[in-house]
């Protein structure tokens, strides 16, 4: 329990503080036919897209082919730029999104901060599915405007509240 804390600390709230320049976090929606490869974490606990941080000299296509493949055990191949997304407020990043397919390797979790990995139908998402995914998974991947796509999807309290909200009902058992 105690490192999960420092480790909420360090990777939530330490950059807010901080006020550091927001990253770039590249993540992936890999498809599988009519379904989204979904990754879950440790902490906070919900489904997400896999995707992560960039290493130094890394290109954003490198990071989200390696990420996926770190945290899924899946190899993919990038098929587009779905969009960049500027997410402003608690937790500041940019993050673009690219629309990949798998090209090998089974889906399991491979690191210690993955809990489950699992492909979805498109049209029945987890409930513990992190919100400002579901705009993207729902509405932009089937938008028709020319890509890639630009957004901003404000982080405030009300998105905030409800992330937590997720994390504790998945940690009591409570979503599926």
């Not at 082919?65 to 899924?72: L, M, S």
């Not at 190899?75 to 500027?86: A, D, F, P, Q, S």
């Not at 999807?153 to 509240?161: A, E, I, S």
Request: proline share 9%.
């Amino acid at each position: 329990m105690a490192s999960q804390l420092h480790k909420y600390w360090h990777d939530l709230l330490i950059p807010v503080l901080r006020h550091d320049r927001p990253p770039t976090v590249p993540q992936a929606v890999v498809l599988q036919g009519e379904q989204v490869l979904l990754v879950q974490r440790d902490n906070p606990r919900f489904w997400e897209l896999p995707g992560g941080g960039m290493a130094p000299g890394e290109t954003a296509e490198e990071t989200v082919v390696r990420e996926v493949q770190e945290e899924t055990g899946v190899r993919v191949e990038i098929v587009e730029l779905l969009g960049w997304y500027e997410r402003t407020g608690f937790r500041a990043h940019r993050s673009p999104v690219y629309v990949c397919r798998p090209c090998g390797g089974q889906p399991q979790p491979q690191d210690d901060d993955t809990m489950q990995v699992q492909y979805f139908p498109l049209h029945a998402l987890p409930h513990g599915l992190c919100p400002w995914y579901r705009v993207i998974l729902q509405r932009d991947l089937l938008s028709a405007q020319p890509r890639p796509l630009q957004h901003t999807q404000h982080l405030g309290l009300r998105t905030v509240l409800h992330c937590l909200g997720l994390d504790l009902a998945s940690r009591l058992g409570l979503l599926s």
